[in-house]
């Protein structure tokens, strides 16, 4: 997230859930519709729930939640195609449309992001609904953040860091300077998806688009419009230990998912690293 306001009361939050699991470790199995497969976790549907709720009330302290009407009506239309084709019946999944509060907007800098939490929540900024002209695109970037959701990626993360927040629940109590750079590390846990996390969730989302009535070729014209507007954003040095797949990594991908092939073309997308490095 873009706002450093919501690094200290998620971190708070996740501490909360370390310190309740460690006196409540009860395992939960539940069918997980992603894999097609039961899976066990250590959170349940309900804690899970709590979790994304307590997240969502700081993004939305965080963050101006726009009310324009024709904005959510549009969004809300499209969340209502995709919900019913994803197949997690024990979530209410809620949608909205966010944009950075005045103070922390930067001139002529736009965001152009979604992000999904656990439990059911989608935020979209406002800058991304306006960069995306027809439905079907707007419809590729909710169901890529419902593939997240629905395949538990935010959760498995937490849980496989379980045993590292109650370590830094004991280091902070030793030295509280270290909580600045524990908050941006907790940040990034929670946000920040790993490839096969990103090309899952692209490879769902053209499923959920399919089922759903929209042309499953919206996620491949998502992300060029994704990679256009990066190509107008200053270079980036080039990061081998980066947790995201190259755009162009994620089209091929895509592609490969639609059409059932691979061609030329995507391959060299798919192992290249393309010129600008996105």
Request: glycine share 8%.
């Amino acid at each position: 997230m873009s706002s450093a306001k919501c690094l200290g009361p998620l971190f708070l939050c996740l501490v909360s859930c370390a310190l309740c699991l460690s006196s409540c470790s009860g395992l939960s199995t539940s069918f997980n519709p992603a894999t097609s497969s039961q899976e066990t976790t250590i959170y349940s549907t309900d804690r899970e729930v709590a979790i994304g709720a307590a997240v969502a009330r700081e993004i939305e302290e965080g963050f101006v939640v726009v009310e324009d009407v024709p904005e959510n009506e549009r969004l809300g239309g499209v969340l209502g195609k995709l919900v019913p084709v994803v197949g997690r019946r024990d979530l209410v999944h809620v949608a909205k449309v966010i944009d950075p509060k005045e103070k922390d907007k930067k001139p002529g800098e736009d965001v152009v992001n979604a992000v999904s939490l656990p439990g059911g929540y989608v935020y979209v900024f406002l800058d991304l609904m306006r960069h995306v002209k027809e439905d079907d695109q707007l419809a590729a970037v909710v169901a890529h953040e419902l593939a997240h959701v629905v395949a538990r990626h935010s959760i498995k993360r937490l849980q496989a860091s379980y045993a590292n927040i109650v370590a830094v629940v004991s280091a902070m109590q030793v030295d509280g300077r270290l909580a600045g750079g524990i908050n941006a590390a907790t940040n990034a846990m929670f946000f920040q998806y790993s490839q096969a996390d990103e090309l899952e969730a692209d490879a769902l989302g053209v499923k959920y688009l399919k089922a759903a009535g929209y042309d499953p070729g919206a996620m491949v014209r998502m992300l060029e419009t994704l990679r256009e507007y990066d190509r107008k954003q200053p270079i980036r040095p080039k990061y081998y230990g980066r947790t995201h797949p190259y755009v162009h990594q994620r089209i091929a991908a895509a592609n490969q998912v639609i059409t059932g092939e691979m061609s030329y073309r995507d391959w060299v997308r798919m192992t290249g690293e393309g010129a600008d490095g996105r």
